[in-house]
């Protein structure tokens, strides 16, 4: 499997977890998750940023919410 397509699939993983776990309630600590998430050794190893990291939630919390909308 090429890493294009294990993207693909991480990235679908993920938007199902968030559709199912993320209430709204819980957007109000999605930055402090943000901090405690980027100290993680995978993040660490990927030189991933706190800003990186809040701007792709936020893509992906919009998507989400655009997609529940719809069915609505």
């Known amino acids: ?3 294009k397509r294990k993207g693909e699939l991480a990235l679908a993983a993920v938007k199902i977890n968030i559709r199912k776990e993320l209430a709204i309630r819980d ?3 999605v ?3 943000i901090g405690n998430i980027v100290k993680e050794p995978e ?3 990927a030189r991933a940023k706190s800003e990186e ?3 792709f ?3 992906l919390l919009e998507e989400i919410f655009e ?3 719809k069915a609505i």
Do not use: G
Request: net charge negative.
């Open 67 to 69: 997609e529940q909308m």
């Open 57 to 59: 939630n936020k893509s």
């Open 43 to 45: 993040m660490v190893a």
């Open 31 to 33: 930055k402090r998750n």
């Open 1 to 3: 499997m090429d890493e």
């Open 53 to 55: 990291l809040l701007e």
């Open 27 to 29: 957007i109000a600590n």
